[in-house]
């Protein structure tokens, strides 16, 4: 099996979603957040002690690890702030876009403060969420609507059209 990526917009339910399919998979799990922390340390702290460019630059690194086969993988939302992750991505992997509305991850979100990019002003989050979109469509091999799903039921869509 090409190992599975799973991309979309914080609070998508990436992680939660990669943990379902490798259980219900029997397939290897990993999380480049996960991965940047265990190399390089906590996410809220790269950003504020080297800022978000070195931030990228790790998450590439670590993304360049994963094996070509047999993963399941969640993605960090601004994997695709590089074009060289897209080609990554487009190249190696299936993708799937976890595609939630911007409404549902602004009401899952709330006032998360553990995500650094969150922290902005409500018209930047919007900009941000329709230009990485666009992003999301161009990569993905498939998209999954995931509004008013459980992660249990998107996973069972997602095993279903594999
Ligand atoms: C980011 C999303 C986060 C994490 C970092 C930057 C982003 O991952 O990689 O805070 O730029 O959207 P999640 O999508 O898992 O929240």
């Known amino acids: ?48 002690r080297e800022g978000e460019l070195q931030f990228r630059h790790y998450e590439t690194d670590v993304l360049k690890q994963v094996p070509e086969k047999d993963y399941i993988v969640s993605t960090g939302g601004g994997i695709v702030e590089r074009k060289e992750n897209m ?7 299936f993708v ?10 602004t009401q899952r979100l709330g006032n998360d403060t553990s ?19 666009e992003r999301y469509l161009e990569v993905a091999d498939m998209t999954i609507a995931t509004d008013g799903k459980t992660p249990q039921e998107i996973t069972a869509e997602i095993l279903h059209r594999l």
């Open 96 to 105: 799937i876009y976890l595609d939630t509305s911007f409404a549902e991850i």
């Open 87 to 93: 080609a990554f991505l487009k190249d190696r992997g």
């Open 1 to 48: 099996m090409k190992t599975l990526y799973l991309i979309g917009f914080m609070g998508s339910g990436k992680s939660t979603v990669g943990q379902l399919l490798h259980h219900d998979t029997g397939a290897s799990y990993l999380d480049t957040d996960q991965m940047v922390v265990e190399k390089y340390g906590e996410i809220a702290a790269i950003f504020q």
């Open 115 to 133: 995500r650094p990019l969150w922290g902005k002003a409500e018209p930047d989050k919007k900009e941000l969420y329709q230009r990485r979109r």
